[in-house]
């Protein structure tokens, strides 16, 4: 499978409510020879939405082994318990993400009304790479806009699937992550600045999806 992101790499973008408001989110596929690969999930009730993506491409739920949330918002991590009822998949997350995801620690974000908590299976570094059809995908640790969120870069395409440290839903093509989503935008700052030194061509942002933009914009927005 192919689509514009590149081989073996699909987005995912679903229309859903969340918090009060209408919300576009953009969970990425990643093929893998186990199996497929679920970059972030989206809030509670998106599940319909991933099953009618992958069932265009091909594919169902059951064909998903690993889930890797870049970090434990709601809006990426709540639907996740709902998924785990469908699919016994494995989940991934930066080992300071995995607190609030498995109900330690109550989401950094919101009101108090957090999703409910699953294991976290596998807790990432930065610098583990994945075996995958569009070649190794390499987490990168760019916390700021969460303790432990990580964004994934496949190298082999120049590609980098940015969750939050990077959007594109707002007036500029891409733009650095949203300070009034960012506990800490000091480290966040940082890590675009991190990005900034890896080849990237083209960006998929969970909020904004696919940008034709990399290393050059990304430099010009640390540089701001």
């Not at 030194?197 to 010009?220: A, F, M, N, S």
């Amino acid at each position: 499978m192919q689509d514009e992101d590149g081989a073996g790499v699909h987005t995912l973008p679903i229309t859903v409510e969340y918090g009060g408001r209408e919300l576009t989110i953009t969970p990425v596929i990643v093929e893998t020879d186990r199996g497929l690969v679920l970059c972030d999930v989206g809030p509670q009730g998106t599940i319909g939405g991933l099953e009618t993506h992958l069932r265009s491409l091909g594919y169902g739920l059951e064909d998903i082994w690993l889930v890797v949330l870049t970090h434990h918002d709601g809006d990426h991590a709540g639907g996740l318990a709902e998924l785990n009822e469908r699919v016994d998949a494995v989940v991934a997350a930066h080992r300071d993400e995995a607190p609030y995801i498995s109900g330690e620690c109550d989401p950094i974000k919101g009101d108090g009304d957090r999703y409910p908590s699953v294991p976290v299976d596998i807790e990432l570094a930065g610098g583990v790479r994945i075996p995958t059809s569009a070649g190794p995908m390499e987490v990168v640790a760019t916390p700021g806009h969460a303790p432990g969120h990580v964004s994934l870069y496949f190298p082999d395409g120049n590609l980098l699937v940015a969750g939050d440290v990077l959007v594109a839903d707002g007036t500029e093509p891409l733009a650095g992550p949203k300070p009034q989503f960012t506990p800490d935008m000091d480290r966040a700052i940082e890590s675009v600045g991190k990005l900034a030194g890896l080849e990237i061509d083209h960006t998929l942002c969970y909020h904004g999806g696919y940008v034709p933009q990399g290393r050059d914009r990304i430099r010009e927005i640390y540089e701001q």
